[in-house]
């Protein structure tokens, strides 16, 4: 047997031996993240019960969303004199949820911008009337009852509306 028959042989051996050793370290990686993973959905399970004793967050604000004719929330897009438009409030931050009872109440900072809140106060109707000459109004929900008096503003612009009849022209055809 020559020197290199010796040193291929502890070579194959050495090899062999790292490769068990790299699979048992491999066993032994998997078994401690399996027991990391099952302490993790333990601690998930205690900290889900601790939120679900938790109170809701205070209430801070309202965002105000148009709704479209279908009823889906949208970005406010103004209102057609002449036409109404429909709002609904969230309560903020996320989460956050009005004390039992109360009722937010909506105001129009202009005359010709009508606003009729939902019995709930949930949502506002706002009537726009035809052939005003506003271009846009602040629309408010509040919940002056709740500490903090709680609220929020969006401006809403007034769109074109068809104009109105304001007279008749005759003329004499014979």
């Known amino acids: 047997m020559t020197f290199a028959d010796v040193w291929q042989g502890l070579k194959d051996l050495m090899s062999g031996r ?46 105000i969303q148009q709704l479209d004719p279908g009823g889906n929330p949208l970005p406010i897009t103004g209102i057609k004199a002449g036409s109404t438009g429909t709002f ?3 309560p903020l ?19 010709d911008a009508v606003a009729t809140p939902s019995t709930d106060g949930t949502q506002c109707s706002v009537a726009v009337v035809a052939g005003t000459t506003i271009t846009t109004f602040n629309l408010t929900c509040a919940a002056p009852t709740v500490t903090g008096s709680p609220s ?23």
Do not use: C, M, N
Request: net charge negative; glycine share 6%.
């Open 18 to 63: 790292i490769e068990h050793e790299i699979l048992e370290l491999q066993r032994q990686i998997l078994h401690e993240l399996s027991l990391l993973y099952r302490v993790s959905e333990t601690e998930l399970e205690f900290l889900q019960k601790i939120l679900q004793r938790l109170p809701p967050p205070t209430l801070l604000s309202f965002e």
């Open 88 to 90: 609904v409030e969230t």
């Open 93 to 111: 931050p996320a989460g956050a949820v009005l004390p039992p009872g109360t009722i937010p109440q909506w105001t129009s900072s202009e005359h």
């Open 152 to 174: 929020g503003t969006v401006a809403v612009p007034v769109l074109p509306g068809t104009p109105l009849v304001t007279g008749f022209q005759i003329d004499q055809t014979s």
